[in-house]
Each structure stands twice: as C-alpha cells, then as structure tokens.
T-cell receptor, first 109, second 115 residues
Framework: RKEVEQDPGPFNVPEGATVAFNCTYS??????FFWYRQDCRKEPKLLMS???SGNEDGRFTAQLNRASQYISLLIRDSKLSDSATYLC??????????FGKGTTLSVSS | EAGVAQSPRYKIIEKRQSVAFWCNPI?????LYWYQQILGQGPKLLIQ????????DSQLPKDRFSAERLKGVDSTLKIQPAKLEDSAVYLC?????????????FGPGTRLTVL
C-alpha cells in the first residue's frame, strides 16, 4: 500500500461547480497534513494545512479523519484559475514530507 | 522578497554524463531541500540541509548523487553518471525554520532529460 494515495483524476468540472478530492494515508503515526497546489510545469505551493477540527480558507475546505486515515479538500464555486494538480501531503514528526501523486482538476467555462 | 532561484531551468544530457544543478534559497532560510519529481509523481525528498549540515539524505542514491551547501547558503546537486531513470524535475525548496512542517517554498525546478 502506498504511503499517500490520491485519485489522479482528471476531474473535469464547469465553472461554479463544487468538487471534492480525497486522500488516504497508510501511516497511522502521521501528525501533520497539507494540501499543495501545483500548476502545470510550475513548482508546488502550499495551499493550506489540514487541522483535526477541519478548516476553511475562502472557497476551500479541508477535513481530516484520523480514524479512517483520510483527508479531503472541497472546492466550492470553482474558478478557471483553480485548474491545477492538488497534492496531498502527510508528515510524521521529525521525518520528511510525503507527497501523493496529485489529483488533476480542470475547470472549464 | 525574492523566491528560491534555480539554474539551469532545463538540461538535456546523454546517459553516463555528469550534470550539476544550483539553488539559491530565500535569504535567511536555514533549511534547504532537494526533491526529485518524476512525471506523474509527487516530489520525493532527496536531501535536507540545516545551515550547511546534512540532516536527512536517506533517499539520496549516494552512488551517483551528491550534494553540498556551501557556507549554509547556496547548494549544488550533482549526478555522476546519469541514468535514463534520472529524467525528472529537480526541485529545490527552503524554509525559515528547522522543522519539516515549516512552510517550504519551492523554486521553479530544473527539468532534466537523460537520453
């Protein structure tokens, strides 16, 4: 089982749609969780951290379920500019970040 | 504030040749990372420096890859000799603090093609 698994997509949605990405991780000792965004042929950039209680940043909502070892990212009211690959990242204390392969989102007008 | 700088942006070499990549982190950032991102995969950590000391190089193929961080600032990553499977984007990242979970800022990467 891979350490971090994501549905690669692509997810093709129209502008204004709501889309959700899921991610599962295998190491129950993982303590920190993040979503990174990577535009085509660009570097990854931190989108948001994921907290146990769930957290929201504008149109983006991240949730964590430790019991199921599951992380999600919800994007509401999708914009064309949201088109990118979304990388799920987990970390165990004192160890390197582990990146998933990413989920590709394409938003069309 | 200037971001992480990397050069070259693109490099094409033949297998068994050598290649070097350069990274200049954000000013004042103590921690520097080198990642390898193969097409269709997420970035994988190769080596982490704190100032000029190596913290983690457990995933660095040391028979062919080497890296150094001179004076705790710039860093170079070298591959000698290159193999076909080394074709990837090599990303440098830096963070202000010493924890893996401190926000990492990535450079634009060097896209390496090995023929």
């Amino acid at each position: 089982r891979k350490e971090v698994e994501q549905d690669p997509g692509p997810f093709n949605v129209p502008e204004g749609a709501t889309v959700a990405f899921n991610c599962t991780y295998s190491n129950s000792a993982s303590q920190s969780f993040f979503w990174y965004r990577q535009d085509c042929r660009k570097e990854p950039k931190l989108l948001m951290s994921v907290y146990s209680s769930g957290n929201e940043d504008g149109r983006f909502t991240a949730q964590l379920n430790r019991a199921s070892q599951y992380i999600s990212l919800l994007i509401r009211d999708s914009k064309l500019s949201d088109s990118a690959t979304y990388l799920c990242v987990v970390n165990q204390a004192g160890t390197a970040l582990i990146f998933g392969k990413g989920t590709t989102l394409s938003v069309s007008s | 504030e200037a971001g992480v700088a990397q050069s070259p942006r693109y490099k094409i070499i033949e297998k068994r040749q050598s290649v070097a990549f350069w990274c200049n982190p954000i000013s004042g950032h103590a921690t520097l990372y080198w990642y390898q991102q193969i097409l269709g995969q997420g970035p994988k950590l190769l080596i982490q420096f704190q100032n000029n000391g190596v913290v983690d190089d457990s995933q660095l193929p040391k028979d062919r890859f080497s890296a150094e961080r001179l004076k705790g600032v710039d860093s170079t990553l070298k591959i000698q000799p290159a193999k076909l499977e080394d074709s990837a984007v090599y990303l440098c990242a830096s963070s202000l603090g010493l924890q893996y979970t401190d926000t990492q800022y990535f450079g634009p990467g060097t896209r390496l093609t090995v023929l």
